[in-house]
Nanobody, 118 residues
Framework: QLQASGGGLVQAGGSLRLSCVAS????????MGWFRQAPGKEREFVAA????????YYADSLKGRFTISRDNAKNTVYLQMNTLKPEDTAVYYC?????????????WGQGTQVTVSS
């Protein structure tokens, strides 16, 4: 089970940190990631982190503003989002997969809403 939190309403230029806690699995055995879905749009990849050495991957358009990290001791993956823009408004979903969350992960968490006001 994946439980995401940390979403909310923030002004443009602000920051948020999303968290996703995993339970019922050996967390370190899973690659983790984040996706998002804006109203009227398809779900899109945001960021991923590998299961072992913590290699990170980002959507090209988000590099430099978003940072994914994980704490295996806490079974938690984070998404630090800086310099937020109104177009970042979306429901953000955490995801897990035994190999790679792209293109489609084995497991999805419930979403957390992020709203960026202009």
């Amino acid at each position: 089970q994946l439980q995401a939190s940390g979403g909310g309403l923030v002004q443009a230029g602000g920051s948020l940190r999303l968290s996703c806690v995993a339970s019922g699995c050996t967390f370190s055995n899973y690659a983790m990631g984040w996706f998002r879905q804006a109203p009227g749009k398809e779900r899109e990849f945001v960021a991923a982190i590998s299961r072992s050495i913590g290699r990170t991957y980002y959507a090209d358009s988000l590099k430099g503003r978003f940072t994914i990290s994980r704490d295996n001791a806490k079974n938690t993956v984070y998404l630090q989002m800086n310099t937020l823009k109104p177009e970042d408004t979306a429901v953000y979903y955490c995801a897990a997969d035994q190999v790679d969350v792209r293109p489609s992960p084995d497991y999805w968490g419930q979403g957390t809403q992020v709203t960026v006001s202009s």
